[in-house]
């Protein structure tokens, strides 16, 4: 834990020592332009001119330095994070955890995702049953409708046949009947007559 502490330690330093570069930097250019600006208000003529240009590549030189300065810090800073990297026992850990936990993070994601899919799936099939359930039943009642409606269209028809022999059966003993009687008076009448 020391160890880690006195690298945060360390990066903090160089951050600020970073910062303080850049700092420094600006300052300095602030005070070059500022000296110019006085310099060319004391000066005219071709000697400030010269004095410009020889200030301006001071100028320019001071800055080119700085900044090679500030790009070879960073590069150091740079090496140094990634030799902590390779190096730090501690950080290969937590790297290796890190990466492990987002194999865990997706891998709990998929088995969310087909638990998901699967219920839906349970869902779906559910539905169907009970769809496949209520056409039965509506089919099983539509038999038995028709089977109702075909005995009461049978008993209706015996019920008609029946109706129809009794009127035929009446029809006969009438006819049968009428035909005795014209017998019977045809017989009163031969008799009368004879």
Request: net charge positive.
């Amino acid at each position: 834990m020391k160890w880690k502490s006195k690298n945060i330690s360390k990066q903090r330093n160089w951050h600020e020592l970073i910062s303080i570069k850049k700092s420094l930097y600006r300052n300095l250019n602030r005070s070059m332009n500022r000296q110019r600006q006085e310099y060319e208000e004391e000066t005219s003529g071709a000697n400030v001119q010269a004095a410009f240009r020889e200030n301006e590549l001071q100028r320019e030189n001071n800055l080119a330095r700085e900044l090679d300065k500030i790009k070879r810090e960073e590069i150091r800073n740079v090496r140094l994070r990634q030799q902590i990297r390779e190096n730090s026992q501690e950080l290969r850990e937590v790297e290796r955890k890190l990466r492990a936990a987002y194999i865990n993070k997706a891998l709990t994601a998929q088995i969310a995702q087909k638990e998901a899919e699967r219920q839906n799936e349970k869902i779906q099939e559910q539905k169907a049953y009970e769809i496949l359930r209520h056409a039965r039943i509506e089919e099983a009642e539509l038999k038995k409708k028709l089977k109702q409606e075909d005995i009461n269209k049978k008993a209706n028809y015996l019920k008609e046949l029946q109706d129809q022999m009794i009127l035929k059966e009446k029809s006969k003993r009438y006819l049968y009947e009428e035909f005795l009687r014209e017998k019977k008076d045809a017989g009163r009448y031969y008799t009368k007559n004879a």
